[in-house]
């Protein structure tokens, strides 16, 4: 796989040459870069005249993408907010004696977390991190399977990891499905249409009639959620 970047009506364009049948543009956030996958023989001019066509759309998507609410870095202080599943819980801070840190739910709207007495900022972060992807496989484990079994679909291997352009991935050909780990603060809906989305691309690698034919048998309104999980707030560490 060649990457390179050219600037096309006076944006940079990564242009990644892969293994496929068809062009692809994609704007991503928070800054709306634009990425064209292309097979070996199309032309620089074809994926130039590509770009230009699709102009339009990637002006509206990086305007969409600069106006959209962004969440505010994380302090991990008493009293901010964070979200499990889309619901807000307000955290607690306690400095103890202890070597070790520990996390928990309290009630239905506080996160109390324990922390040795001298802990970093960088260390609160990276604890609730592996907090909130702890919680996001509990959740997601027995979804994966309800799907798979619904859909005659069986993945080989799934597992999250920070993704910044896409809320999952799936390689058809190994069976694997991957899941963005921010998902762990989105309602449990946005969860449930990542999922089926990715298994359904063990139906169909591609985007096509049969793929969509898949999704709207499986979650008719999955354009609806899909709609919904793409305008909440981007959030700060993918700026």
């Known amino acids: 796989?060649?990457?390179?970047?050219?600037?096309?009506?006076?944006?940079?364009?990564?242009?990644?040459?892969?293994?496929?049948?068809?062009?692809?543009?994609?704007?991503?956030?928070?800054?709306?870069?634009?990425?064209?996958?292309?097979?070996?023989?199309?032309?620089?001019?074809?994926?130039?005249?590509?770009?230009?066509?699709?102009?339009?759309?990637?002006?509206?998507?990086?305007a969409q993408f600069a106006n959209q609410e962004r969440q505010p870095p994380r302090r991990h202080i008493s009293g901010e907010t964070h979200f499990l599943f889309g619901r807000p819980l307000r955290l607690e801070v306690h400095h103890w004696d202890k070597k070790v840190h520990r996390i928990a739910r309290v009630g239905n709207d506080k996160l109390r977390l324990s922390i040795p007495v001298g802990s970093e900022p960088e260390q609160l972060r990276r604890w609730i991190d592996?907090?909130?992807?702890?919680?996001?496989?509990?959740?997601?484990?027995?979804?994966?399977?309800?799907?798979?079994?619904?859909?005659g679909v069986r993945s080989q291997k799934w597992g999250i990891r920070p993704m910044k352009t896409?809320?999952?991935?799936?390689?058809p050909e190994k069976g694997i499905v991957w899941l963005n780990s921010e998902l762990a603060k989105k309602p449990e809906r946005m969860i449930d249409y990542v999922i089926v989305h990715e298994l359904a691309h063990l139906v169909s690698p591609r985007h096509d009639e049969l793929f969509t034919a898949v999704?709207?048998?499986?979650?008719?309104r999955w354009r609806q959620v899909r709609q919904e999980l793409n305008a909440l707030p981007l959030s700060a560490w993918r700026d």
């Open 1 to 62: 796989m060649n990457t390179e970047v050219s600037q096309i009506g006076g944006i940079n364009v990564d242009i990644v040459r892969k293994k496929i049948k068809n062009l692809h543009i994609g704007c991503y956030p928070p800054e709306g870069r634009v990425r064209v996958a292309a097979p070996g023989h199309v032309s620089a001019e074809a994926i130039r005249l590509a770009v230009l066509t699709r102009m339009p759309w990637i002006r509206r998507k990086q």
């Open 215 to 220: 999704l709207d048998r499986e979650m008719p």
């Open 166 to 171: 896409k809320w999952g991935s799936c390689n």
């Open 130 to 151: 592996a907090w909130l992807k702890a919680e996001l496989r509990k959740m997601a484990a027995p979804r994966i399977e309800y799907w798979s079994a619904r859909m």
